[in-house]
């Protein structure tokens, strides 16, 4: 791709990163370009790839209902493909969310979810609206996302736009309670509509690792104050850490659950919000006002929706889970040789997530250490993308030790160049 490219890339600043990879096909964990290199995908083309790039079985679902029915209205209509999936979904989640709502990202889940909340509120009569969130979270780069999420520069120029929430402190190591009775202090002052929070990870944030135990005793806080929980599963979903969703881990029931990326296995867009009987029915009323006002143009896309359905057979019927187990003892092994490097601290690892942060290097060198360390893996045919001074890798579930390996093996080296 040339600099004369009309394209506007995501996150990136084109002064300073003219080129982009021109990629012409994927398969499993690996990507190749266009002259035919060949790119292991280390972070699943941004945490969306599951089982690997073109899993037949999704490809072919994807080819059989574009040949059936490609797009059809969702007000007032419906088609077997939303149906199936919203009742597998209804299955297969924490017992207790028994509705869906459909859209197409991870940003609009979170911004339905939100308006869940506080349409059931208002339609219960009640004044309730303030939204608490954890610092360093992400939710999404659209207003309602933004304004729940961490504050900085990537959302510095909106933020006239964007609007209050109270933030709990993260629940860093031995501080937990700090979160929790800042959450108890919050939920006593009264108003507050809904506690959200990315479960055991806040990914963009630096893939922050905290307990089960801190979920479960945010979610006993927040039902005792009748706070509803917002449990954003866009990242952590669909196996990422180790099992099927982080809720299960703390044994938590969120009011409202939004899941995507790995939701189609990352082959194409579309997000679910799930909610409990009792946030529906707050909505259920001959009174049209009470109607949950929100639509995309393409809610429940039939094409997106028969890729979801083909996306849980994988579930269902092929090892998935011990995938990623074995992806995860991996890891683990891996992990190991940077334990007692001094270049390299908070080694950490949650299910298929492993990360660990450079602290090699001067201050200046630092500064610029994320451009630095992407390039570098560039360089070795590998994607991946640091956050800052933080390398993490999300490989898809069908990587092998080798593909590991390479990835572990030029850490060590890449920071070995630092010096
Ligand atoms: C990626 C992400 C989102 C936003 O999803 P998009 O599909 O990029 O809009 C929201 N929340 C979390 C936790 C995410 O990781």
New binding site residues.
């Given amino acids: 791709m040339t600099s004369t490219s009309p394209v506007w890339h995501p996150f990136t600043q084109h002064a300073v990163q003219p080129e982009a990879t021109l990629i012409a096909k994927g398969e499993g964990a690996w990507l190749e370009t266009a002259d035919g290199r060949r790119i292991y995908d280390a972070i699943s083309s941004?945490?969306v790839v599951t089982h690997g790039h073109r899993h037949p079985r999704i490809v072919q679902a994807i080819k059989d209902q574009a040949d059936r029915l490609d797009q059809v209205i969702f007000a007032g209509f419906t088609h077997e493909p939303a149906e199936q999936l919203a009742r597998r979904l209804v299955a297969i989640t924490p017992p207790g969310l028994d509705y869906v709502f459909f859209s197409d990202?991870?940003?609009?889940?979170?911004e339905v979810g939100l308006k869940m909340a506080l349409g059931f509120w208002r339609n219960r009569g009640e004044s309730r609206s303030r939204i608490l969130a954890l610092q360093g979270?992400?939710?999404?780069?659209?207003i309602g996302?933004m304004s729940v999420g961490e504050r900085g520069v990537f959302n510095a120029p909106y933020d006239p736009l964007l609007f209050e929430v109270d933030r709990l402190p993260y629940p860093a190591e031995g501080r937990a309670q700090a979160t929790l009775d800042a959450l108890e202090r919050s939920c006593r002052a009264g108003g507050v509509a809904a506690l959200i929070v990315?479960p055991l990870v806040l990914?963009?944030g630096g893939m922050l690792i905290y307990p089960p135990s801190v979920l479960a005793e945010m979610k006993r806080i927040c039902a005792s104050h009748g706070v509803l929980l917002i449990a954003?599963?866009?990242?952590?979903g669909w196996g990422r850490t180790g099992t099927l969703f982080a809720c299960e881990q703390a044994g938590v029931v969120p009011d409202i659950a939004?899941y995507?990326?790995g939701l189609t296995g990352g082959s194409v867009?579309l997000?679910v919000t799930l909610c409990s009987a009792e946030i529906f029915d707050a909505h259920y009323s001959t009174d049209r006002t009470k109607t949950f006002f929100h639509s995309s143009s393409y809610t429940a896309n039939p094409i997106a929706c028969a890729a979801a359905v083909a996306n849980l057979e994988i579930w269902d019927e092929e090892p998935v889970r011990e995938r990623i187990a074995r992806l995860g003892a991996w890891h683990a092994t891996r992990l190991d040789r940077f334990r007692d490097d001094s270049r390299f601290a908070n080694i950490r690892q949650i299910g298929t997530i492993a990360a660990l942060d450079v602290v090699a290097g001067d201050a200046g060198y630092m500064a610029n250490i994320g451009p630095y360390l992407y390039e570098s893996f560039r360089a070795r045919g590998l994607l991946v993308r640091p956050l800052g001074n933080t390398i993490y890798l999300m490989p898809p579930y069908c990587s092998t030790e080798a593909d590991l390996d390479l990835v572990y093996d030029a850490i060590g080296e890449i920071v070995d160049g630092i010096g």
């Fill in positions: 941004w945490w990202s991870g940003s609009t889940a979170v979270a992400y939710h999404g780069d659209t996302g990315e990914g963009a954003d599963e866009v990242m952590t939004c995507s990326k867009p997000a």
